[in-house]
């Protein structure tokens, strides 16, 4: 389905999103369904200059090069990790949409090194935000330029290399960047309200027996 308001209003007016038990009436979960996906659009929509800056920002940190070590004859290291040579450090720059949303910028000669801070409300999104992050970080493999341990004080890290830009398009690399950062926020909502749903059915359940 078309994640639009018009698309999103439609179906609550044909109880799509909330189909009551036989006998039973409409409660208060319809509402809050409906009122929490209105949320989330807006939230969407106000989250669009927030990544638009940090795409521009990612496109100009991105022009990397070859460069070989300084320090060690015939090797290439990023410099961003290994830090031997501050003349071939960029200054970070940090994009912050609140105090919690966060993204950190990092670049070089060879190698950017982009850090977020995912947004963390309460306690249930800080323990599904890290058990997410956690349960990525643990296949960094597979991401390829997603790194094992995230920079202090953000949850998570990607580290793109000259020869990450020379094996793939410089602006898919960016687009990955950007999804990500826009599908998580979404992602962990959406966790979030089913652990809520899941966790009010249960007490419904445990409160039957003292009816």
């Not at 638009?52 to 991105?62: E, G």
């Not at 094996?167 to 998580?184: N, P, R």
């Amino acid at each position: 389905m078309e994640c639009s308001e018009n698309s999103i209003l439609k179906a609550f007016k044909n109880k799509i999103l909330y189909r009551p038990r036989a006998g039973q009436s409409k409660s208060k979960d319809s509402t809050l369904i409906f009122w929490v996906l209105i949320a989330s659009i807006f939230d969407r929509q106000a989250l669009k200059p927030y990544l638009n800056a940090v795409r521009h920002t990612l496109n100009a940190a991105l022009c990397v090069q070859n460069f070989s070590s300084q320090v060690v004859e015939r090797h290439n290291k990023p410099e961003i990790e290994v830090r031997t040579s501050k003349e071939l450090l960029l200054n970070p720059v940090i994009i912050s949409r609140n105090e919690k949303e966060r993204v950190l910028i990092e670049g070089s000669i060879n190698s950017v090194r982009v850090s977020i801070a995912i947004k963390q409300s309460d306690e249930i999104e800080k323990l599904l935000c890290r058990k997410f992050t956690r349960f990525m970080m643990t296949r960094a493999e597979d991401f390829v330029i997603l790194r094992r341990k995230p920079v202090p004080g953000y949850d998570i890290s990607f580290l793109i290399t000259n020869f990450h830009t020379e094996q793939m398009s410089k602006a898919k690399l960016v687009d990955f960047v950007i999804t990500f950062m826009d599908e998580i926020d979404k992602e962990i909502s959406e966790m979030r309200l089913a652990v809520n749903s899941r966790a009010r059915q249960c007490a419904e359940e445990f409160l039957k027996a003292f009816d």
